[in-house]
Every structure is written in structure tokens, then in C-alpha cells.
């Protein structure tokens, strides 16, 4: 500590601190050149970041350890104690507070000359921290959404048979890029974390552009922008005047121009273009990385060998997805079992990538092998026990649909009974708290019907309140009108009517 003393230490400009009204929450945003903990999100007390806003000052760490005795009426070598938790730590460390850990993310406080050319001191008020009470347990932020994504189009250049979104709904009028613009704004004001932009296709919106422009001026734009359209010149240069510095993602399943027409349904000219266009998309000095969806059209070695030899031929791609083909709400059950490849098609798939694909790359392969973990009609005690990420809606998100509909999922669409506001004439304060967001946080007993094994289950309180559900799962298990039926990962769930998880065994002979 006796060296550190003279030096500054500061707040990690990657990490925002925001008052949540009974807790603080402290989150991260994409900061080139600064480590961090990256997609973080936590509730920390009042104190303790009351005690973080003072790094946010031109001041030598012993200055702040004097000021901080002063201010919390302790002395100073009791300062210096509590302030080494969070000094430059390696990795996550936590504090234990009325028996419950309050997690705080890897280099909290690091040296000034570490935070980057472009950082400016923040200067954060310890008063705005002030919570009269407090509360550490629930979920849902009382402040308004840490997350907001807006749907700009349900066009598309592509039509794949396994899209999850729901593109043939007709849109007549799309959200007014002036009122887009001034959501946006209330969201910084908020301290959103990002703003995503999603289709369809984000680029057939027509001010794309001014929208994207202003996210990365505000600091809120999303961590990436996921596309199928050919790039040329002229959209990566519109791209670039925005001054967008985050990732770009390209969804491209195979290089195979039969393959691509058969699932995508495009012309014979669109593989020539993808083709094209990332090769110019790898010269242009965006980071990058290809997604490909496997599906029945590509779950096959020679496909896959043959995409990979192509990407090999790219200089600067970054980073390889690759997941299996998901149930979509908008793709017919029947169609969904014709597009799925069978566990072992996949697990045989996966296992050639992994032994002869990926100790050859020169970039990074993630393969999503969450089918290999499925547990589905298993947990026991209610939605806060399931297995993978808690679910944002209602939590953390909200979705603006193209006409300005606001749902709290983005694989939801407008199925009614998630619809919540109208973001035309409601700002976002406004629809975070409506009569029917509300509703969905409040559902009683006497709203579920019977069918559901919900409406009788000893654990519905704390299952519902817990908020933890995933609804567009649920109605892909058992109908869009079942919304209200266990969710196919509760023990109590009944056999699915729609089958979502990968056929156990292969449909047809395997290509490998």
C-alpha cells in the first residue's frame, strides 16, 4: 500500500454505477484497451459505492484514504484495509454483507495511465448514492430497463426456414426515426447499458445511420450488429461515418451456393456477394466475426470443412460461432422437426470440429453445446433454480417492435398478452412501470387457466415472482395460447406437445 500511495487510482471507466433507488447497480460497457469483467452486471450498497465515487477525482490515493476517513468518521489505516479489496484485483471479489455476498467485478480501481488516452474524470456526486432503503434480493430494477433493444425493421434480405423472428407480420407504419431518437435519449439518461438494434435486417431500416450515429455518441451502442446482407463499399463507409467501433457479426451458414438456396431461399448471386462483401468487410478495419446456424441443410463435415476453408482465406476474422437450430414460434412444429438435426448428427458434428477444425484455426471456434446439457422435466423448487441465464424480461429489458409495440422479449413479437405499452406516445420510465408490465409481475392464481399444472402448484408465489420463466419456450413447448404452463425445465412440467430439445437419436444416416 506504501507505494500505491502516491499514485492515482480511478473508477474503471468500463464500469458504471447507477442508483437503482434501493440499491445501486453497478454494470460494465464495451471500453476498448481497459480490462474488466466484461457483460457485468450486480447490486452493490449504497456505501460502497458511495465509496467508489470517490476515484472518480483527480486525487492520489492518499489523498482519497484521508478523505474517506473523514468522510465515514474512521481512521485511516482502517481505510486502507477496506480499499485493498478492490485495488487493482485480478479477478471478482465480493463482501459479505447481513449473511448475503455482494460481487464486484475483476480491476475495479485501477491506475490512471491504465484507463485509456481518451479517459476524463467523472466527478460523481457520493450524495447521488443515497438510498433511504434498501433492498439486495429482488430482481427487477426499479429505475427502468438496464437493457433496451429496437426491432427497426421485420425485413429481411434473406427468408431462412428456421428464422426465429417474425417477419411476416405487416408492418404499415415504422417508428419515426425523431421518436427513436428521443427514446434514445430518455435511455441515456437512464444509464442504459447498450441500446441493441436488431431485424429483420438492421440496414434496410432507412436512417439506420443517424440512429446508429447517435448510440455510439451517447456511449450506449450495442456490442454487436448481427447481419446476412452482402457488404459493399458504400455501406461500409456509411458504416464508418457513424463511428461504430464495435463488433460486426455476419451469419453465414455455408459457402455452398445450393445449401444457402435451399435454407435461405436466395438467389444464385447471393453466395458470389456474401463472398464479396466479406472480403471487404476483412479489409476495412472493423472487428468482425462470422455466426452460422446449423440446420439439416449444413449438419454435415464436408459443409462445414468447406466454410472453414473459405474463412481460413480471411485475414482479420476474429471469432467463429457456431449453434444449433432452435424451435422458432414462427416455424411450424412440423417444419421445425424437418429443419432440426438429431443429437447424434450434432454430437457427431461437434465432435469433428472440435478434434480436426479447431487445433487448425487461426481464430477463435465457439461451439454452443448446450443440446449436449439438456435438462429438460428436471429441476424441482421453481423458476429460480433452472439451469442457464436468468431470463431479462420484465428484469432488466425491454423490446421496441417496429411499429413502437413494446414487448419484454424479443422472441415474443406481439403476441398480445405481452404486449405493454405503446413506446408512439409513452416514454420509457412509463412503459417500465404500466398498468400491464405490472400485470405480467403480478399474476395471480385465479389469472392462470386450468389446464395449466401452474395454477395448483405450492411453489406459484415465489416460482412467479422469481421471474425467472422462459416464455417463449413455454409456447413453444405447448401452443402460443399456453403461455401460462410450467416451463419445460420444471419437474412439474408435462410432456411437451411440441417437441423443443434435440431428437435423442438420429433421423437419418449420418454424414460422418
Given at each position: 500500500?506504501?507505494?500505491?500511495?502516491n499514485?492515482i487510482?480511478?473508477?474503471?471507466?468500463s464500469?458504471?454505477?447507477?442508483n437503482d433507488v434501493h440499491?445501486?447497480v453497478l454494470?460494465s460497457?464495451i471500453r476498448?484497451?481497459?480490462?474488466?469483467?466484461k457483460?457485468w452486471q450486480?447490486?452493490i450498497?449504497?456505501i460502497?459505492?458511495i465509496?467508489?465515487?470517490f476515484?472518480?477525482?483527480d486525487?492520489?490515493?492518499?489523498?482519497n484514504i484521508e478523505?474517506?476517513?473523514?468522510?465515514?468518521?474512521?481512521d485511516?489505516a482502517?481505510?486502507?484495509r477496506?480499499?485493498?479489496?478492490?485495488?487493482?484485483n485480478?479477478?471478482?471479489?465480493?463482501?459479505?454483507?447481513?449473511?448475503q455476498?455482494i460481487?464486484?467485478?475483476k480491476?475495479?480501481l485501477?491506475?490512471?495511465e491504465d484507463a485509456g488516452?481518451?479517459f476524463?474524470?467523472?466527478?460523481l456526486?457520493?450524495n447521488?448514492?443515497?438510498?433511504?432503503k434498501?433492498?439486495?434480493?429482488s430482481?427487477r430494477?426499479y429505475s427502468?430497463?438496464?437493457?433496451?433493444?429496437?426491432?427497426l425493421?421485420?425485413?429481411?434480405v434473406t427468408?431462412c426456414?428456421?428464422?426465429?423472428a417474425d417477419?411476416?407480420?405487416?408492418?404499415?407504419?415504422?417508428?419515426?426515426v425523431s421518436?427513436?431518437l428521443?427514446?434514445?435519449r430518455?435511455?441515456?439518461?437512464?444509464?442504459v447499458?447498450?441500446?441493441?438494434?436488431i431485424g429483420?435486417?438492421?440496414?434496410?431500416?432507412p436512417?439506420?445511420?443517424?440512429i446508429?450515429?447517435?448510440l455510439?455518441?451517447?456511449?450506449?451502442?450495442?456490442e454487436?450488429l448481427s447481419?446476412?446482407?452482402?457488404f459493399t463499399g458504400d455501406?461500409?463507409?456509411?458504416?464508418?461515418?457513424?463511428?461504430?467501433?464495435?463488433?460486426?457479426?455476419?451469419?453465414?451458414?455455408?459457402?455452398?451456393?445450393s445449401v444457402?438456396?435451399e435454407s435461405?431461399?436466395?438467389s444464385n448471386k447471393y453466395r458470389?456477394?456474401?463472398e464479396?462483401?466479406?472480403r471487404?468487410l476483412d479489409?476495412s478495419?472493423?472487428?468482425?466475426?462470422?455466426s452460422?446456424?446449423?440446420?439439416?441443410?449444413n449438419?454435415?463435415?464436408?459443409?462445414?470443412t468447406?466454410?472453414f476453408?473459405?474463412l481460413l482465406?480471411?485475414?482479420?476474422?476474429?471469432e467463429?460461432r457456431i449453434?444449433?437450430?432452435?424451435?422458432?414460434?414462427h416455424?411450424?412444429?412440423e417444419e421445425?422437426?424437418?429443419?432440426k438435426p438429431?443429437?447424434?448428427e450434432?454430437?457427431?458434428?461437434f465432435?469433428y470440429i472440435?478434434?480436426f477444425?479447431?487445433?487448425?484455426?487461426p481464430?477463435t471456434?465457439l461451439l454452443?453445446?448446450?443440446?449436449?446439457k439438456q435438462?429438460?422435466?428436471q429441476?424441482d423448487g421453481?423458476?429460480?433454480?433452472?439451469e442457464?441465464?436468468n431470463?431479462?424480461?420484465l428484469?432488466t429489458?425491454l423490446f421496441?417492435l417496429?411499429?413502437?409495440?413494446?414487448?419484454?422479449?424479443e422472441?415474443?413479437?406481439w403476441?398480445?398478452v405481452?404486449?405493454v405499452?405503446?413506446a408512439t406516445i409513452?416514454?420509457?420510465?412509463?412503459i417500465w412501470?404500466?398498468?400491464?408490465?405490472?400485470?405480467l409481475?403480478?399474476?395471480?392464481?385465479?389469472?392462470?387457466?386450468?389446464?395449466s399444472a401452474?395454477k395448483?402448484c405450492?411453489?406459484f408465489n415465489?416460482?412467479y415472482?422469481y421471474?425467472?420463466?422462459c416464455?417463449?419456450d413455454i409456447m413453444?413447448?405447448?401452443g402460443?395460447?399456453?403461455?401460462d404452463?410450467?416451463?419445460p425445465?420444471?419437474?412439474k412440467s408435462p410432456?411437451?406437445r411440441?417437441?423443443i430439445?434435440i431428437n435423442?437419436?438420429?433421423s437419418a444416416e449420418?454424414?460422418i
Amino acid at each position: 500500500m506504501l507505494q500505491r500511495k502516491n499514485h492515482i487510482y480511478v473508477l474503471n471507466p468500463s464500469y458504471v454505477l447507477r442508483n437503482d433507488v434501493h440499491r445501486i447497480v453497478l454494470f460494465s460497457r464495451i471500453r476498448f484497451g481497459v480490462d474488466c469483467s466484461k457483460d457485468w452486471q450486480s447490486f452493490i450498497h449504497p456505501i460502497q459505492a458511495i465509496l467508489l465515487s470517490f476515484f472518480t477525482y483527480d486525487r492520489t490515493l492518499q489523498e482519497n484514504i484521508e478523505m474517506l476517513a473523514n468522510f465515514f468518521h474512521r481512521d485511516a489505516a482502517y481505510m486502507e484495509r477496506v480499499l485493498d479489496l478492490y485495488l487493482e484485483n485480478e479477478s471478482s471479489v465480493y463482501t459479505i454483507w447481513n449473511g448475503q455476498k455482494i460481487l464486484f467485478p475483476k480491476r475495479i480501481l485501477i491506475r490512471k495511465e491504465d484507463a485509456g488516452i481518451d479517459f476524463q474524470f467523472r466527478r460523481l456526486n457520493p450524495n447521488d448514492f443515497v438510498c433511504k432503503k434498501l433492498d439486495l434480493l429482488s430482481r427487477r430494477l426499479y429505475s427502468g430497463p438496464l437493457l433496451l433493444t429496437f426491432m427497426l425493421t421485420n425485413k429481411c434480405v434473406t427468408h431462412c426456414k428456421y428464422c426465429y423472428a417474425d417477419t411476416k407480420t405487416k408492418v404499415r407504419h415504422l417508428l419515426p426515426v425523431s421518436r427513436i431518437l428521443t427514446l434514445i435519449r430518455e435511455a441515456a439518461d437512464l444509464q442504459v447499458q447498450q441500446v441493441a438494434l436488431i431485424g429483420g435486417e438492421v440496414f434496410l431500416y432507412p436512417d439506420w445511420e443517424i440512429i446508429l450515429k447517435e448510440l455510439v455518441w451517447r456511449d450506449i451502442a450495442p456490442e454487436y450488429l448481427s447481419t446476412k446482407i452482402p457488404f459493399t463499399g458504400d455501406l461500409l463507409g456509411r458504416l464508418r461515418k457513424t463511428g461504430y467501433r464495435h463488433t460486426i457479426q455476419v451469419s453465414l451458414d455455408a459457402i455452398s451456393t445450393s445449401v444457402l438456396q435451399e435454407s435461405l431461399q436466395v438467389s444464385n448471386k447471393y453466395r458470389q456477394n456474401m463472398e464479396h462483401g466479406l472480403r471487404l468487410l476483412d479489409q476495412s478495419g472493423f472487428d468482425y466475426q462470422v455466426s452460422t446456424v446449423v440446420s439439416t441443410y449444413n449438419c454435415d463435415c464436408h459443409v462445414l470443412t468447406d466454410l472453414f476453408r473459405f474463412l481460413l482465406t480471411l485475414e482479420h476474422l476474429s471469432e467463429w460461432r457456431i449453434v444449433p437450430v432452435s424451435n422458432s414460434l414462427h416455424v411450424s412444429p412440423e417444419e421445425m422437426e424437418k429443419i432440426k438435426p438429431s443429437y447424434d448428427e450434432l454430437d457427431g458434428l461437434f465432435d469433428y470440429i472440435q478434434e480436426f477444425i479447431v487445433p487448425a484455426s487461426p481464430f477463435t471456434i465457439l461451439l454452443n453445446e448446450s443440446f449436449r446439457k439438456q435438462k429438460f422435466h428436471q429441476t424441482d423448487g421453481g423458476s429460480r433454480y433452472f439451469e442457464g441465464s436468468n431470463c431479462s424480461a420484465l428484469n432488466t429489458h425491454l423490446f421496441i417492435l417496429p411499429d413502437g409495440q413494446v414487448t419484454i422479449c424479443e422472441q415474443l413479437y406481439w403476441h398480445p398478452v405481452f404486449i405493454v405499452d405503446n413506446a408512439t406516445i409513452s416514454n420509457l420510465k412509463k412503459i417500465w412501470n404500466s398498468p400491464h408490465s405490472l400485470r405480467l409481475l403480478r399474476l395471480t392464481r385465479q389469472e392462470i387457466q386450468k389446464a395449466s399444472a401452474c395454477k395448483s402448484c405450492v411453489l406459484f408465489n415465489s416460482c412467479y415472482q422469481y421471474q425467472n420463466r422462459c416464455w417463449s419456450d413455454i409456447m413453444k413447448a405447448y401452443g402460443i395460447n399456453c403461455w401460462d404452463f410450467p416451463d419445460p425445465r420444471c419437474l412439474k412440467s408435462p410432456v411437451m406437445r411440441n417437441f423443443i430439445q434435440i431428437n435423442p437419436t438420429s433421423s437419418a444416416e449420418s454424414s460422418i
